[in-house]
């Protein structure tokens, strides 16, 4: 077990995550519109490593690098459904299984503190494994049951923690991660 502080937020590592393998830049995939379309065109001409969550994990047409989710009791059915199978993903989730669930961690990253989404766990995952730089793609905010997260995510970006992470989806997170709002 290992720790690593981003910006406020302290993660505790249980197993191993992979360090970057490709490039610096770690491209973070999420199921909100446009996003899974725009993944793949980024990854086309831009060197990067992909990560996806949630739902995206199983839309993602490629390989994935990582695959992480605040919701561990999802996890496996979403890497199980992949229909990309020639690589499995590094699977993170920020608690273990539930007992007799079926699947495998390859990490389990908790936190001290709250986190805005599986899209910022993402985010925060990529910092702690040294990306210098994370793209966002169909990772928002705008539905109105994730505003109450967004006090989340100034805290986060006010900490330091979201250091070198943009969004190529626009709204309210994109606009906070070039210091707009």
Known sequence: ????????????????????????TLLCVGSAPGGVEQAPAYAAENACDVAASNEA????????????????????????????????????????????????????????????????????LGRAMGYERIVLTGITIESEHMSPYR????????SGALDGVQSFTPGWLAQLLKGHL
């Open 151 to 158: 006090d989340i995510w100034r805290a986060a970006k006010k």
């Open 1 to 24: 077990m290992r720790e690593i502080l981003i910006g406020n937020t302290l993660l505790t590592v249980t197993g191993e995550l992979p360090t970057p393998n490709r490039a610096s």
């Open 57 to 124: 994990i199983t839309l993602y047409p490629g390989a994935l690098y990582l695959a992480a989710s605040l919701h561990e009791d999802k996890l496996p059915g979403w890497v199980a459904a992949r229909s990309y199978r020639k690589v499995r993903p590094c699977v993170v989730a920020n608690d273990p299984l539930p007992e007799g669930a079926k699947g495998a961690l390859d990490a389990v990253v908790a936190m001290n503190r709250p986190c805005g989404s599986s899209g910022m766990y993402l985010a925060l």
